[in-house]
């Protein structure tokens, strides 16, 4: 069985990730909690998921999957992007507040005022895969949806409360994680990456 490392800290994306994998067929490992972070200096999402999965692969002599992702909003050219993780790192925590949801208070102040006519976005996901011999495959793929005024739902993480899926009229918080993972960004970029690799075994 092929063993992977999940190249996260994320622990929303984890849960999106580590069952499909296994399913798979796969033998997954993740990081430990004290793993070190990974500077992210990259200037694209495919650019990031390959630092991160580029230096667990190194480190661990392993076959390592990374994601970097995040919400692009049109009206602000596409913020806040690859700075998704980090977009209120400017606000001061409200007392219980989690980072996810500083991060959605802040995009809601800036959208204020903004019609829902002009609320488009779209999530992003560029998903590495880098091998011990130096192999490596990258895909990136979206998931277009609105940015609602105010959250809806439980469920999921990050942005996800926020993200209108137009078609099914819930947002990403508001599905169940099997209806999530059938239309998201991180499912159509893990399913891409899945079947270069089915490719290379050939
Ligand atoms: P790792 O680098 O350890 O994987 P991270 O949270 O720092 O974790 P990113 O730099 O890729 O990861 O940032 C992604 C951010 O984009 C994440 O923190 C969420 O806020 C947002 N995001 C990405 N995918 C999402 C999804 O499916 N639903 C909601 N928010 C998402």
């Given at each position: 069985?092929?063993?992977v490392?999940?190249a996260?800290k994320?622990?929303g994306?984890?849960a999106?990730?580590?069952?499909?994998?296994k399913?798979?067929?796969?033998c997954?490992?993740?990081?430990?909690?004290?793993y070190?972070e990974?500077?992210e200096?990259g200037?694209?999402f495919?650019?990031?998921?390959?630092?991160k999965?580029?230096f667990v692969?190194r480190d661990?002599h392993?076959?390592?999957i990374?994601?970097?992702s995040g919400l692009c909003?049109?009206?602000?050219?596409?913020?806040?992007g690859?700075?998704?993780?980090?977009?209120a790192?400017?606000?001061t925590?409200?007392p219980g507040e989690?980072?996810?949801q500083?991060?959605n208070?802040?995009?809601?102040?800036i959208?204020?005022?903004?019609p829902?006519e002009k609320?488009?976005?779209?999530?992003?996901?560029a998903m590495a895969v880098?091998?011990?011999?130096?192999?490596?495959?990258?895909?990136?793929k979206?998931?277009?949806g609105?940015?609602?005024?105010e959250?809806?739902g439980?469920?999921?993480?990050?942005?996800?409360?926020?993200f209108l899926?137009e078609e099914l009229?819930l947002?990403?918080?508001q599905m169940?994680?099997?209806?999530?993972m059938g239309r998201s960004?991180?499912?159509?970029?893990?399913q891409?990456?899945?079947?270069?690799f089915?490719t290379?075994?050939k």
């Amino acid at each position: 069985m092929k063993k992977v490392i999940i190249a996260t800290k994320n622990k929303g994306k984890l849960a999106e990730l580590e069952a499909p994998l296994k399913e798979l067929g796969f033998c997954v490992e993740t990081l430990s909690a004290d793993y070190p972070e990974i500077e992210e200096n990259g200037t694209s999402f495919e650019e990031n998921a390959l630092i991160k999965a580029r230096f667990v692969c190194r480190d661990l002599h392993c076959i390592a999957i990374a994601d970097d992702s995040g919400l692009c909003v049109e009206y602000l050219n596409g913020a806040p992007g690859i700075f998704s993780a980090r977009y209120a790192n400017d606000y001061t925590l409200l007392p219980g507040e989690t980072k996810d949801q500083a991060n959605n208070r802040k995009l809601l102040d800036i959208m204020q005022g903004v019609p829902m006519e002009k609320r488009q976005c779209a999530f992003h996901c560029a998903m590495a895969v880098v091998f011990p011999d130096g192999k490596e495959l990258i895909a990136h793929k979206t998931w277009e949806g609105r940015l609602l005024f105010e959250e809806r739902g439980k469920n999921g993480f990050g942005y996800d409360p926020l993200f209108l899926d137009e078609e099914l009229q819930l947002t990403g918080a508001q599905m169940e994680k099997s209806v999530k993972m059938g239309r998201s960004h991180r499912a159509k970029a893990l399913q891409a990456v899945i079947e270069a690799f089915r490719t290379l075994e050939k």
